[in-house]
C-alpha cells in the first residue's frame, strides 16, 4: 500500500469519526433537549423575536371575493327604510336655527307650544364625556354659536321632540391664515390630508359591496389601490396606534394602566401624551379634526379616550349627545338593528359633517382670498360595517356621491385622499372560514395623490405603481404621512434635499416602516413588522375536520382558554366545551403548524387560533403542542362578557349570571 493512499485512507477515516462526534453533539444539545422539555407547555408571546426569520417572499393565497365557497353567505338585506319619513322639527340655514313649522303643523299637529336649546359640551376629568348645558327657551331663528347643541321641543310640559346639530365654527387656525399680513405665506404649497376609514372593510369586501365607487376611483388620475396591505394588529385600536403613532399598540395601552382589583376594572389613562401624527400637523399650522361614530369605539371601548380635544374640531360630544337623545333608537349595544337618527341612516350624519367641514373651509378661502387652508382630518364610520357586513351594500352609492360631492378640482390639486378600512371583519360567517380569515388581514386600503405632488414626476407615479403590489402596512402609512408633512408637494427620495429623509437618519432605530413614496423590497412579514401569527404570507392547503390532530389540537386551546387564561376567573366565567370544527389548514411552509378555526358550547363562540406540532412519539398527545400567538375570537360577545372587565379577557370569558338567564 502506497503512502499516498494510506494518507488517503486516514484523512477519510478522520472525516468519518469528526462527522460521527456531531451527529453525536448534535443529538445531545437538540433531541435530548427537547426530550426533557417534552412535557411543557408553551404559548410564543412574541413570535416575532422567538421564531426563525423568514426568508420567503411574501405569497398569499389568490382571493376570490365571490368565490364558490362564500358567496351564499352573503344575504340580499333590502336597505333599512324604516327610518321617519319626514324632516326633523328644526333645522339649519345662514347659521341660523328655525323651526319647520310646517314638519310641526303636518306632523305634530300643531301642538309644539315652545322649543328650547341647550349646548353640548365637553365634560371631562379622567375620560371623554359630554354635559348639557341650561336649556332656554328660544324663538326661532336663532343665531348659533355652538359647534354643537340640543334642541327639544314641547308639547305642554311633555318633551315630544329631540335633536342634536352641529353647525362648524371658526376656529383659532382660521384666525391666523385670515390675519396673515402676507397672503403669500398662505398653505399654498401644502398638501390636505383627508382619511375616510369604513371600519372592518377588507379589500375583498369592497370589490364584493362597493363595486361603483371603486370603479369611478379607479377611473381618476392619481389613484393607487394597494393589493397586499396587511394588519399588524387584531382590532382598531391595534391598527390605528401603529398609522397615527408609529408606536407599539400594547404598549401604548399598557402605559399607566389603572387597575381596581374589586371591580376587576382594567382601563388605560388617557392617551393624551401620545405623539399622534395629528399633532405633528397642527404644529405647522394645519387645522385638524377627527369623527367616529359609537360610544366604545377605537380610543373609548374600555379606554378613557382623551381629557382635552385631541384636534380643532372633535366629535365625541356630538355623537354621545346623538346616541342619548329621543331622535336615536334606544340600544344597550353599540350597533342599533334600526340605524337611523331620525330620518337619516346614521352613515348619512358623518358624512353631512364632512361635506359641512369642506365647504365652510372653502367658503373661508374664497371669502378670504386664501388659496389654500391646510387640513388634516380622520373620520371614521362603524355603523355600516362592523356588525353587520351585508349593510356595506347598501351606502356604495352613498359614498360614490360623497366622492364626487367632495372631488371639486381644487380638492384633487391639493388634497391627498385616503379611503380605508381598518382590518376586514372579524365577526361575519366568512370568518369561519379560511378564506375569511385571510380577508380579515388584507383591509382596504387606497390613496387619491394630489395633482400637484404628481405633475412632473414620472418617477414619484411609477413607484407607487410597484408598491400597489408590495407587501405594505400601517407602519409604512405613518411613514408616507411623515414624508408629506415634512417635504410637502415637493416628494424628495434623495437625502440632500428631502426634509422627511433627513429627518429620519435621526430616528432610525425606531423606524418600523418605509415611505410609500420610496421603492420597497418584497418583503416578508418580519420584514414588514408584521406579527408572525397575523401573518398571511403563507400558502395553505385544507385538512379533512375530523384529523384526529386537529380534534386534540382545537381541545388544547379550549383547555388554555378555561385553564391559564380564565384561571383567576372561574368562579364568574364559565368552562367552555368543543363543540365543533369549522375549518383547518395546513401552512405550505410549514408541514408541522396548524390554522384551526372551531366553536365553542355553551356560548357559540367561534376561535380562531394555531398550533405548532413538535416532533412527538405520540402525535395524539397535547405534550407536543404549542399555541402560536393569540387564540382570536371571531364572533361577537356581546353583553355576554359584562362580568368582566379586563379587556383581554371579554372575548373569553362568558359569564355565569348572563347564562342564568338565558336558561
Known amino acids: 500500500?502506497?503512502?499516498?493512499?494510506?494518507?488517503?485512507?486516514?484523512?477519510?477515516?478522520?472525516?468519518?469519526?469528526?462527522?460521527?462526534?456531531?451527529?453525536?453533539?448534535?443529538?445531545?444539545?437538540?433531541v435530548l433537549n427537547d426530550l426533557k422539555t417534552k412535557h411543557s407547555y408553551t404559548r410564543v408571546t412574541n413570535p416575532l423575536e422567538t421564531q426563525k426569520t423568514q426568508e420567503y417572499e411574501c405569497k398569499i393565497n389568490k382571493l376570490n371575493e365571490?368565490?364558490?365557497?362564500?358567496?351564499?353567505?352573503?344575504?340580499?338585506?333590502?336597505?333599512?327604510?324604516?327610518?321617519?319619513k319626514h324632516e326633523p322639527l328644526t333645522y339649519i340655514a345662514d347659521r341660523k336655527l328655525f323651526i319647520n313649522q310646517t314638519v310641526n303643523t303636518n306632523y305634530y299637529g300643531g301642538s309644539i307650544t315652545k322649543c328650547e336649546y341647550a349646548t353640548v359640551v365637553r365634560d371631562t376629568v379622567e375620560r371623554d364625556r359630554y354635559a348639557i348645558g341650561t336649556f332656554r327657551e328660544f324663538e326661532s331663528p336663532l343665531v348659533v354659536i355652538d359647534d354643537f347643541f340640543k334642541v327639544r321641543c314641547l308639547k305642554g310640559e311633555k318633551v315630544e321632540y329631540e335633536y342634536v346639530h352641529s353647525l362648524i365654527q371658526p376656529k383659532a387656525i382660521h384666525n391666523f391664515y385670515k390675519n396673515l399680513p402676507?397672503?403669500?405665506?398662505?398653505?399654498?404649497?401644502?398638501?390636505?390630508?383627508?382619511?375616510?376609514?369604513?371600519d372592518g372593510v377588507s379589500l375583498s369586501s369592497m370589490k364584493r359591496a362597493l363595486p361603483k365607487t371603486l370603479e369611478y376611483l379607479k377611473s381618476l388620475e392619481n389613484f393607487f389601490l394597494f393589493e397586499k396591505h396587511h394588519i399588524v394588529g387584531e382590532n382598531t385600536f391595534q391598527n390605528l396606534v401603529p398609522m397615527l403613532a408609529n408606536l407599539n399598540p400594547d404598549a401604548v395601552f399598557k402605559k399607566n394602566l389603572t387597575e381596581k382589583k374589586k371591580s376587576k376594572l382594567e382601563i388605560p389613562t388617557p392617551f393624551d401624551d401620545v405623539p399622534f401624527i395629528w399633532k405633528n400637523f397642527s404644529s405647522k399650522m394645519y387645522l385638524t379634526y377627527f369623527s367616529e361614530e359609537w360610544r366604545e369605539c377605537a380610543f373609548n371601548n374600555l379606554k378613557f379616550g382623551f381629557r382635552n380635544s385631541p384636534t380643532d374640531y372633535y366629535l365625541r360630544s356630538f355623537w354621545l349627545a346623538l346616541y342619548a337623545s329621543l331622535s336615536y333608537p334606544p340600544t344597550s349595544l353599540n350597533s342599533n338593528s334600526k340605524p337611523c337618527y331620525y330620518n337619516k341612516l346614521l352613515h348619512e350624519i358623518s358624512i353631512d359633517w364632512l361635506k359641512s367641514i369642506e365647504k365652510f373651509n372653502l367658503d373661508f378661502e374664497k371669502e378670504n382670498n386664501i388659496s389654500n387652508l391646510p387640513r388634516f382630518g380622520l373620520v371614521k364610520i362603524n355603523e355600516m360595517s362592523h356588525d353587520y357586513l351585508e349593510r356595506l351594500f347598501w351606502i356604495d352609492n352613498d359614498i360614490l356621491d360623497l366622492f364626487k360631492y367632495l372631488f371639486t378640482e381644487k380638492f384633487l390639486e391639493n388634497t391627498l385622499f385616503i379611503f380605508m378600512g381598518d382590518h376586514g371583519h372579524r365577526q361575519h360567517q366568512i370568518r369561519k372560514s379560511f378564506i375569511g380569515k385571510i380577508e380579515e388581514k388584507l383591509p382596504m386600503y387606497s390613496m387619491l395623490f394630489p395633482k400637484k405632488m404628481m405633475r412632473g414626476n414620472p418617477k414619484l407615479k411609477e413607484t407607487l405603481s410597484e408598491n400597489t403590489k408590495k407587501l405594505t402596512t400601517w407602519w409604512d402609512v405613518y411613514e408616507t404621512l411623515s414624508h408629506v408633512l415634512l417635504d410637502q408637494k415637493d416628494i424628495s427620495t434623495d437625502l440632500a434635499t428631502s426634509a422627511y429623509l433627513q429627518d429620519l437618519e435621526n430616528r432610525k432605530?425606531?423606524?418600523?416602516?418605509?415611505?410609500?413614496?420610496?421603492?420597497?423590497?418584497?418583503?416578508?412579514?418580519?420584514?414588514?413588522?408584521?406579527?408572525?401569527?397575523?401573518?398571511?404570507?403563507?400558502?395553505?392547503?385544507?385538512?379533512?375536520?375530523?384529523?384526529?390532530?386537529?380534534?386534540?389540537?382545537?381541545?388544547?386551546?379550549?383547555?388554555?382558554?378555561?385553564?391559564?387564561?380564565?384561571?383567576?376567573?372561574?368562579?364568574?366565567?364559565?368552562?367552555?366545551?368543543?363543540?365543533?370544527?369549522?375549518?383547518?389548514?395546513?401552512?405550505?411552509?410549514?408541514?408541522?403548524?396548524?390554522?384551526?378555526?372551531?366553536?365553542?358550547?355553551?356560548?357559540?363562540?367561534?376561535?380562531?387560533?394555531?398550533?405548532?406540532?413538535?416532533?412527538?412519539?405520540?402525535?395524539?398527545?397535547?405534550?407536543?403542542?404549542?399555541?402560536?400567538?393569540?387564540?382570536?375570537?371571531?364572533?361577537?360577545?356581546?353583553?355576554?362578557?359584562?362580568?368582566i372587565q379586563k379587556y383581554h379577557l371579554k372575548n373569553y370569558c362568558y359569564c355565569y349570571d348572563y347564562h342564568k338567564k338565558l336558561v
Open 509 to 643: 432605530p425606531g423606524q418600523k416602516g418605509q415611505s410609500l413614496f420610496t421603492s420597497l423590497s418584497n418583503r416578508n412579514c418580519k420584514q414588514a413588522h408584521i406579527p408572525e401569527y397575523l401573518c398571511a404570507c403563507q400558502l395553505s392547503i385544507d385538512v379533512d375536520l375530523s384529523n384526529s390532530i386537529v380534534l386534540k389540537a382545537a381541545k388544547f386551546m379550549v383547555d388554555h382558554i378555561n385553564n391559564v387564561l380564565l384561571k383567576d376567573y372561574q368562579d364568574i366565567c364559565m368552562k367552555l366545551k368543543l363543540s365543533k370544527i369549522l375549518d383547518a389548514q395546513i401552512y405550505g411552509s410549514n408541514k408541522n403548524k396548524y390554522s384551526i378555526i372551531f366553536q365553542t358550547s355553551p356560548n357559540d363562540a367561534v376561535f380562531d387560533g394555531t398550533i405548532i406540532l413538535k416532533p412527538s412519539n405520540d402525535l395524539l398527545s397535547s405534550d407536543g403542542f404549542t399555541i402560536f400567538g393569540e387564540i382570536i375570537r371571531v364572533s361577537t360577545y356581546g353583553l355576554s362578557s359584562i362580568c
Open 182 to 198: 402676507e397672503k403669500t405665506l398662505d398653505g399654498s404649497s401644502k398638501v390636505n390630508v383627508m382619511i375616510f376609514i369604513l
Open 1 to 30: 500500500m502506497t503512502l499516498l493512499k494510506l494518507q488517503y485512507l486516514y484523512v477519510k477515516k478522520s472525516k468519518l469519526i469528526y462527522a460521527v462526534v456531531i451527529t453525536f453533539l448534535f443529538y445531545f444539545v437538540f
Open 66 to 84: 365571490w368565490d364558490p365557497r362564500i358567496k351564499n353567505l352573503f344575504a340580499k338585506i333590502p336597505r333599512y327604510d324604516k327610518c321617519i
